[in-house]
């Protein structure tokens, strides 16, 4: 019985979800398992002194168990997996003992086959749709953590504009921080903190073309970002899909860490 649960009540489940990658490697797992199951030799582990059935059973089970988890449906009906297809009773003799493992071996063989199928339809269901191909993206990126502290949570929620708006803040509240100009907001803000001329927060030595080059470009960058990225947002509430999201939040991290590398100038 599921912890939380009552006689009479259903038992619950945790159903795991993968990403590409994740199906990919779990499928990987699986048929190792396969091959072990394919390479036991009945012969052999009919002799009760050998006894190799249960070790590759013990084998299936912990891969059944780690690729989908204690709580899982997949492991619930197969957790208790054998290699010996049929009843055990005293005094069989060696045959009956071999045609029970090839029958387990069988069996084994296509409870591996049919989790693999799902997993395969699984993960090609998940590249095939636009949006959790972007979710998955969306958690492959190194965010910044204060922009994936507010973000990633409301994104995986299908609040992509929220998520957005979220990160843009993150961003404006990090400048204010680090410049600390809390006077200021917006594109103002962003305007006087990475001046091109006096900067309060600068991302080189100012010396070359090249460098003051740089300070502007990014000035406007972050100025940008409130005007087209944070204000709509957080006004208009805008039907963003979810590239669109993961594409905003990922220049706003980007922003976020180079607002974190700038020096302060004195």
């Given at each position: 019985?599921?912890?939380g649960t009552t006689p009479g009540q259903q038992e619950e489940f945790e159903i795991r979800r993968f990403t590409p990658e994740a199906a990919q490697r779990a499928i990987a797992q699986l048929?190792?398992?396969?091959?072990?199951?394919?390479?036991?030799?009945?012969?052999?582990?009919?002799?009760?002194?050998?006894?190799t059935d249960i070790i590759v059973a013990d084998s299936v089970r912990s891969s059944i168990l780690?690729?989908?988890?204690?709580?899982?449906?997949e492991y619930k009906a197969h957790g208790h997996l054998s290699l010996w297809g049929g009843p055990i009773s005293m005094g069989m003799s060696y045959e009956e003992s071999v045609a029970a493992i090839r029958a387990g071996k069988q069996a084994a063989v296509a409870v591996l086959e049919s989790l693999v199928r799902r997993l395969t339809e699984q993960s090609q269901y998940m590249e095939a749709d636009p949006g959790s191909r972007a979710a998955n993206a969306l958690r492959q990126l190194p965010l910044n953590p204060r922009v994936a502290s507010v973000a990633v949570e409301r994104y995986m929620a299908g609040q992509y504009a929220d998520a957005v708006f979220a990160a843009s803040k993150a961003l404006v509240n990090l400048v204010k921080e680090r410049s600390d100009r809390y006077d200021l907001d917006g594109a103002p803000l962003m305007l006087t903190v990475f001046s091109a001329n006096n900067p309060m927060l600068a991302f080189n030595d100012l010396i070359t073309q090249t460098d003051r080059d740089e300070q502007q470009g990014m000035m406007h960058l972050y100025a940008g970002a409130v005007l087209a990225i944070r204000n709509p947002a957080g006004h208009d509430f805008p039907e963003w899909s979810a590239s669109r999201?993961?594409?905003?939040?990922a220049l706003l991290s980007l922003l976020a860490d180079r607002a974190v590398e700038a020096r302060r100038t004195p």
């Amino acid at each position: 019985m599921a912890r939380g649960t009552t006689p009479g009540q259903q038992e619950e489940f945790e159903i795991r979800r993968f990403t590409p990658e994740a199906a990919q490697r779990a499928i990987a797992q699986l048929k190792a398992r396969i091959t072990e199951v394919n390479e036991l030799d009945p012969l052999t582990a009919a002799d009760i002194y050998i006894n190799t059935d249960i070790i590759v059973a013990d084998s299936v089970r912990s891969s059944i168990l780690d690729v989908f988890g204690e709580r899982s449906p997949e492991y619930k009906a197969h957790g208790h997996l054998s290699l010996w297809g049929g009843p055990i009773s005293m005094g069989m003799s060696y045959e009956e003992s071999v045609a029970a493992i090839r029958a387990g071996k069988q069996a084994a063989v296509a409870v591996l086959e049919s989790l693999v199928r799902r997993l395969t339809e699984q993960s090609q269901y998940m590249e095939a749709d636009p949006g959790s191909r972007a979710a998955n993206a969306l958690r492959q990126l190194p965010l910044n953590p204060r922009v994936a502290s507010v973000a990633v949570e409301r994104y995986m929620a299908g609040q992509y504009a929220d998520a957005v708006f979220a990160a843009s803040k993150a961003l404006v509240n990090l400048v204010k921080e680090r410049s600390d100009r809390y006077d200021l907001d917006g594109a103002p803000l962003m305007l006087t903190v990475f001046s091109a001329n006096n900067p309060m927060l600068a991302f080189n030595d100012l010396i070359t073309q090249t460098d003051r080059d740089e300070q502007q470009g990014m000035m406007h960058l972050y100025a940008g970002a409130v005007l087209a990225i944070r204000n709509p947002a957080g006004h208009d509430f805008p039907e963003w899909s979810a590239s669109r999201a993961t594409e905003y939040i990922a220049l706003l991290s980007l922003l976020a860490d180079r607002a974190v590398e700038a020096r302060r100038t004195p």
